[in-house]
């Protein structure tokens, strides 16, 4: 990777971020609940605080941002493949931040690689205000081992474009009929399903028709985040 963004921070300059300058109160989170994964646990209290974002955030933000609505994922003369890995490669491409430098050293799907690329560089953690570029993880997205059961785990994975102090997660990721889309959730009120001007607070994820009991919007089907900008790649 090229180093000539590491150690530099500046402000994040989205649009949907401007409120990164307000002070918030502390978050009302659900009482009891926990991400999927057993692996990270979510502090049992937050309070948002916005903190610099790094150049090489900014350019992953941003420029998964463009890549919203996008037929084609091509990044630096480089294309990606259509799904959500190839996403959010595609999003730290602008980064020049390359994601799959070790994925031969795993087996898996392409979702499950990043995950083990970045829990052995310890870049994976739990909270409900991630930062502007942050990989973001979810479980039984659908039923992915055709058993008839929720329990397929590292099924999608999307990239954090801005955070509210409210706790709306802005986040890009593949939708398996609309393609690249930016969507929302919010870790303090995972079970609340009602809509506002962007649309749901916390967007359906787990695929329409999907057997077996489980979760149904982004932040109950949520398991981690991970700090893909935190790599130190070639």
């Known amino acids: 990777m090229s180093g000539k963004h590491r150690g530099r921070a500046s402000p994040f300059s989205l649009s949907v971020a401007a409120a990164v300058v307000i002070t918030l109160a502390s978050a009302c989170a659900t009482a009891g609940w926990a991400p999927r994964g057993s692996d ?4 049992a209290e937050e309070t948002y605080r916005p903190a610099a974002v790094s150049e090489d955030q900014r350019l992953v933000a941003e420029g998964g941002r463009s890549l919203a609505g996008k037929r084609s994922l091509v990044v630096n003369g480089v294309t990606f493949p259509n799904d959500c890995t190839g996403l959010v490669r595609a999003a730290y491409a602008f980064a020049s931040i390359d994601l799959a ?16 690329t970045l829990k052995d560089e310890n870049l ?51 939708h398996y009929r609309l393609g690249p889309v930016i969507e929302r959730m919010n870790l303090t009120r995972p079970d609340d399903d009602t809509r506002g001007p962007d649309g749901p607070v916390n967007a359906t994820l ?28 070639p």
Do not use: C
């Open 206 to 233: 787990r695929m329409r028709g999907s057997p077996g009991r489980s979760g149904t919007n982004a932040a109950q089907l949520f398991r981690v985040f991970g700090k893909g900008y935190g790599l130190e790649t």
């Open 40 to 43: 990270y646990t979510m502090p």
């Open 101 to 116: 430098y070790r994925f031969d050293e795993y087996a898996g799907n392409g979702v499950r690689r990043l995950y083990e």
């Open 124 to 174: 994976l953690y739990a909270v409900r205000y991630p930062a502007p570029a942050d990989l973001v993880f979810w479980d039984d997205t659908y039923d992915a081992n055709a058993n008839g059961r929720a329990d397929d785990e590292l099924t999608h994975v999307g990239v954090v474009i801005s955070v509210d102090p409210d706790g709306s997660i802005y986040y890009l990721h593949y």
